[in-house]
């Protein structure tokens, strides 16, 4: 029998090949998009469960709360690892990574700046599970000066050399390599190139009252994290509440689970670009909607061609079939299209794999395809499609009555359930459509609000070169004295830091409204004469910092927030009391500089305080003039290489860097808009059929309207208006949901665009523009057939 029912379905699909390349068309669009979709989502829902202990990882953050501020870090005190292994049972292991920063290390001629490099623990792979490729992971940390190296990092150093045993240079410091282990996994919230022992570093570093080291906790077997919770407070009793209770600070630490710190957590200076469960939830009712969509479509499809199944129906109802016999053949039918569109999905899937890797970020491998959970995912989807997409038709369908059906007057029973139906399933597919082709307008609109909001400061043509090497920064006076004179460069200055990132928090005496003095937790950096000029921040009240003032070396620039925060109705003057009370260094505020955003757009505006140090600043700003930056940039190297002979020069421009904040967000609304788009070709495809055979029916109907006067033009808008009038039920159900879900997702941002009437507009004219090019084109073909031959048979 199964034989029998595949060679009839076969068959009919064969015969009715327009129908059946329009159905295999969405559905291979709908389940590749969903196989994508689905790829997409699993890679992100398997951060940090490779791990074989991954269930007992726990990274330890902080909870601080001040007077009139509180927040949240990603990370602990330095001695709170060592504190934690020795006093504390619960913990079977804790491990701490400690950035050795932007350092340039060497192996002979071969010279790299890295900023992946960390000191650690020994433990470090007791916990994690990262696989060696040479070397005893078990003792490879445990000597001081001691590395391990990623299969990559050995291969940049060393080439095809083993490298095991062979020495890295970090200026007078010589580390051994113990041990070469594998990349770290793309998945992965915490990636990194090489490992250092922490035994290098000073045993006394660190003290309880200053954070910024990312720590990890491994429990015991059994044990549960509120019991360890408990543990940590009495570690806070002991060591921190002392420091801090006196100036009204309080603190708490907070456990993150390993495996949900990639989608959950969101408090920022993460390694890696941080994902959003959200994203997840919402990249999945995509892939559900397109599915849904495609299985419309052919169920559209499958109704409306009723009449030409009618008499088949009724012939083998007259032979003896039964109803259970004609479920299984549209069943069938059903299945062999959705399997032929899975077929086909695959082969899209390994064709365009690599374009989707480049347009996600991701690293996709094809073996990810034989995952359990993806190959469970696709079972799913062929049965649920099959059965969706092939039920309603079946069970319609075999329910005709024979008699009826065989005098002509078979769809009777279908005419108003089953236009209803149509109609219903139309508006739905339309409505889906219009809300994510809304929703990725919206996106856009919130990346271009990003792209050209007023950062307060000017990011243009700003070269960025960081010194994070002492002897560079030693030399920088010379240097600058060089850079100053060369063409194409306007100005040279230095800071702390730079625009976008992340700056130092420091528990400060500030002076009060009123004369007293109140402790509070200060973000701040330095900057030289120079730097608030070049990234051309303006002054609202005072001055910049000056050569011509010698008291201005003790100077402090202060945003406006700093002045609301403190409640300074004449912030100048005010002053900033920093170290113990028998060596304290007074500073003064001499300008109030314009609030800008120092950090990411992400992030809001905070009280910020910016010191005088012309030494010592990690970052060197140079401005150049407008026109082609590349023969600048050539002399520039030229005096660098004059006084750094040496040390390789590298440079970003801060306005790439800006953009680099946005990839995460920007690489998402390409991905929704492709699949946003795709949803709309399957919802026109699935109209385009449906118009094809609604104007089939009424062939003569239109013969007859042209035969008694009707225009080209009237029949088109005879049939026109119907579908366009469903396209307006479904655009007043889908623009206010669409405004819904759009107003609920830019909430999530502290700075957002508006949403504008024009995008709903936009959205409403693009789809009802499809809809009439798609209806037009076969009705104005139908309206133009010879009406002798639509009446011929008559």
């Known amino acids: 029998m199964f034989k029998n029912l595949l060679k009839v379905a076969l068959r009919n699909l064969r015969r009715e090949r327009g129908y059946t390349a329009i159905n295999v068309l969405g559905l291979t669009l709908g389940i590749a998009s969903a196989l994508f979709i689905l790829l997409y989502v699993v890679d992100e829902l398997s951060f940090d469960r490779f791990h074989a202990n ?68 020994p433990d470090i792979f007791a916990m994690f599970t990262y696989p060696f490729v040479a070397g005893n992971p078990e003792t490879a940390l445990r000597d001081p000066y001691t590395a ?49 022992s922490r035994s290098s570093l000073p045993e006394e570093m660190g003290a309880w009252g200053g954070w910024g080291v990312p720590t990890y906790v491994q429990l015991r077997e059994g044990v549960a994290p509120e019991a360890f919770l408990a543990d940590m407070e009495q570690l806070n009793t002991e060591h921190v509440k002392p420091i801090f209770d006196e100036f009204g600070i309080s603190m708490r630490y907070l456990l993150e689970p390993l495996p949900d710190i990639h989608l959950y957590s969101h408090l920022g200076n993460e390694t890696e670009a941080s994902g959003d469960i959200t994203y997840v939830y919402i990249f999945a009712s995509v892939a559900l909607i397109m599915l849904v969509l495609a299985c419309i479509n052919y169920m559209n499809l499958a109704t409306a061609r009723s009449a030409r199944r009618a008499r088949e129906v009724g012939i083998r109802k007259a032979m003896g079939s039964t109803r259970r016999l004609l479920v299984a053949q549209f069943m069938s039918e059903s299945v062999v299209l959705t399997l032929l569109a899975t077929v086909l999905s695959l082969a899209l899937v390994f064709l365009l794999l690599p374009f989707f890797n480049d347009l996600s970020g991701k690293a996709l491998g094809y073996g990810f395809l034989g995952k359990p959970i993806v190959l469970g995912g696709l079972l799913l989807t062929i049965v649920v499609v099959a059965l969706f997409s092939g039920s309603y038709p ?53 990346l271009s609000f990003f792209r050209s909001k007023d ?58 409204e009123n004369e007293g003095r109140a402790d509070r937790g200060v973000n701040l950096y330095e900057a030289d004469w120079d730097y608030l000029d070049a990234v051309n921040i303006p002054v609202l009240q005072g001055r910049l910092f000056s050569r011509d003032v010698v008291s201005d070396t003790n100077g402090v620039l202060v945003n406006e927030a700093m002045v609301a925060r403190m409640g300074w109705e004449e912030p100048l003057g005010k002053h900033f009391y920093i170290g113990p009370s028998e060596n304290q260094r007074e500073w003064h505020v001499i300008g109030v500089i314009k609030d800008y955003h120092q950090l990411s ?42 006084v750094n002979p040496g040390y390789p020069f590298h440079y970003t421009f801060l306005d790439q860097d800006f953009e680099a904040q946005f990839e995460a967000d920007g690489k998402r609304g390409v991905i929704f808009g492709v699949f946003a788009g795709l949803t709309i070709l399957i919802a026109a495809l699935g109209l385009l059929a449906l118009v094809s055979y609604t104007t089939e029916q009424r062939t003569r109907e239109i013969g007859v309207r042209k035969v008694l006067g009707a225009e080209a033009r009237d029949v088109v808008m005879l049939i026109a208006r119907d579908f366009l009038l469903l396209i307006g039920v479904a655009l007043v159900i889908a623009l206010p949901l669409a405004g819904y879900f759009a107003y ?14 024009y995008t709903f507009v936009a959205a409403a004219v693009v789809t009802l523009l499809l809809t009439m090019l798609t209806v037009g084109y076969h009705t104005l073909r139908a309206a133009q057939t010879d009406p002798v031959r639509a009446l011929r048979a008559e």
């Open 744 to 757: 609920r997702w830019l909430e999530s941002f502290v700075y957002r665009t508006d949403l504008h009437w």
């Open 455 to 512: 950062l307060g400061y000017d990011k243009a043509r700003l070269v960025v070169v960081e010194m994070a090497d002492s002897t560079i920064r030693a030399h920088y006076p010379a240097l600058r004295q060089q850079l100053v004179n060369l063409a194409g460069v306007r100005q040279v200055a230095s800071a702390s830091t730079k625009p976008g990132n992340s700056i130092g928090k420091n528990l400060i005496s500030v002076e009060t």
């Open 54 to 121: 991954a269930d007992r990882i726990y990274r330890v953050a902080t909870h601080i709360k001040e007077q009139d501020d509180e927040f949240t870090w990603p990370s602990t005190q330095i001695p709170f690892a060592e504190e934690i292994q020795e006093k504390y049972p619960n913990a079977e292991h804790a491990v701490r990574f400690i950035g050795v920063g932007r350092e340039l290390f060497e192996n002979g001629d071969l010279k790299f700046y890295e900023e992946d490099f960390h000191y650690t623990d």
């Open 394 to 446: 079946a069970f319609v369908l075999s329910r005709f009555d024979p008699v009826r059906t065989l005098k002509g007057n078979g769809t009777t029973d279908l005419s108003a359930g089953g236009r209803s139906l149509r109609k219903g399933l139309v508006v739905v597919q339309f409505a889906a459509a219009v809300v994510l082709l809304v929703s990725t307008w919206v996106v856009y609109d919130q």
């Open 148 to 196: 391990v190296l990623t299969q990559e990092t050995a291969h940049k150093y060393f080439g095809e050399e083993d490298a095991l045993g062979k020495t890295l240079r970090k200026g007078k410091e010589v580390y051994t390599v113990t041990g070469v282990m594998e990349n770290v996994p793309k998945n992965s919230h915490w990636r990194f190139d090489a490992l250092l």
């Open 601 to 642: 757009l992400y992030d809001a505006i905070e009280p910020l305080a910016i010191f005088f140090d012309d030494e010592n600043n990690y970052y060197l700003h140079i401005k150049l003039d407008a026109g082609d930056p590349k023969p600048p940039l050539a002399r520039i190297e030229q005096a660098w290489q004059q």
